[in-house]
């Protein structure tokens, strides 16, 4: 695994403005960054991250199955008990996802360690899934990357198949085929995402609208209704359960025949509880970081070591804070997060290649590895404007 310098495209301007990638720079910093990019040999993409996530990936299943039997243990995850009911039935009724990431430490040669499952609403997906390989497809053809050069990148076609997989769901059950796609309004990120998303929907012939969250009313039945009074029966939303659990409209989650992309099971993977979890079951596995409830202070002593305070619900690297072994507590970056309570994870920072410390999304499609993206940043935490590196796969 390396990290190398090549020189950008002389038209990357125009190709952004071509291809709608309107976030390719943001609050006047470059969040796309095609300066380096990342090496890797195909032994290391399939032994030490296609594997590893498809084996937690089950791992984190069986969490799920746990957790949705025990009282205790939603409350451990902060889920409002009024949601309980909407949950355990989404997981019993088997209700399928679309796709999710998990965050890895990895430095070419230790097995990578696993930092949080993104499992509700993961970001950074057209540039993973379209814009770099579009990047590798155009340095090819410039002759500044070898011919033989590959990317770990399946995550368009495999979403383009589930898309369709999904479509054929619905109708089996006779359910809408009419797909909604949400997000909130002045997030050009996540308009972003969704779009891509809409794009593959559209590739695969599933019929799709587009409405904010803020846009999405409700009539006189409770039922969720677009701009134009028409029902919502499925829903892509771009918008963390944990929001919608405690929101006003929380209350009618669950009474109204709507299926959900993420379905509501994934609540208790895309929680920082998940961690403490994941290593009470599965103890010692080479993939996972030491975790802790904060009521476990016994264990993390007996354990030893500097641990990472994360916050159950805390999203883009938000409210981290690192404690020292005599208990001192350094902030490592801020948020308004934390009131949900914390969980504890062992520190293990992320690997440097020069001054940039750099962390792998290994994306899933449904249950199936399908790619990784790469983001980097000076500091030890990824927040939002990390930069995003593309790579490739050559031996």
């Not at 085929?177 to 990120?189: M, P, Q, W």
Request: hydrophobic share 35%; proline share 5%.
């Amino acid at each position: 695994m390396f990290r190398r310098n090549i020189d950008e495209r002389p038209d990357l301007a125009a190709r952004a403005e071509e291809f709608g990638f309107h976030f390719a720079s943001m609050y006047g910093e470059k969040y796309w960054d095609e300066s380096a990019f990342y090496q890797f040999s195909l032994r290391q993409i399939e032994d030490h991250l296609e594997d590893p996530t498809e084996e937690l990936h089950q791992m984190c299943l069986e969490v799920v199955k746990k957790v949705v039997r025990d009282d205790d243990l939603m409350r451990r995850f902060k889920i409002p008990e009024s949601q309980w009911d909407l949950i355990r039935s989404s997981w019993q009724n088997r209700e399928p996802s679309l796709y999710s990431r998990f965050d890895f430490a990895y430095d070419g040669k230790n097995p990578a360690k696993l930092y949080e499952n993104n499992a509700d609403t993961p970001t950074s997906l057209y540039e993973t899934g379209f814009w770099q390989w579009l990047w590798l497809s155009d340095q090819v053809d410039r002759g500044e990357l070898s011919r033989r050069a590959d990317q770990y990148n399946s995550v368009q076609d495999k979403l383009i198949l589930r898309f369709k997989e999904l479509a054929a769901h619905q109708r089996h059950r006779g359910k809408s085929e009419l797909l909604y796609f949400a997000c909130c309004k002045d997030t050009v990120e996540d308009r972003g995402t969704v779009q891509y998303l809409q794009d593959c929907a559209a590739e695969a012939g599933v019929k799709n609208r587009f409405v904010y969250v803020e846009d999405i009313g409700v009539d006189e039945e409770g039922q969720f209704i677009d701009l134009e009074d028409q029902p919502i029966r499925w829903m892509f939303k771009l918008y963390p359960w944990e929001f919608m659990f405690v929101e006003a409209f929380g209350e009618l989650l669950g009474q109204h025949d709507i299926c959900y992309l993420e379905p509501p099971w994934k609540a208790i993977l895309s929680n920082k509880a998940l961690l403490p979890m994941l290593w009470r079951m599965f103890p010692d596995h080479p993939n996972l970081l030491p975790a802790f409830f904060d009521d476990e202070t016994d264990k993390m002593k007996a354990h030893g070591g500097r641990f990472i305070k994360k916050p159950i619900f805390s999203r883009e690297g938000a409210n981290v804070s690192l404690i020292a072994e005599d208990g001192e507590e350094l902030t490592l970056s801020e948020g308004s997060y934390g009131e949900e309570g914390f969980i504890y994870q062992l520190a293990h920072f992320p690997s440097k290649f020069g001054e940039n410390y750099t962390i792998i999304g290994s994306w899933l499609v449904n249950d199936q590895p399908a790619g990784i993206s790469m983001r980097e940043d000076s500091g030890p935490v990824t927040q939002d404007m990390s930069r995003f590196i593309p790579h490739i796969i050559l031996d």
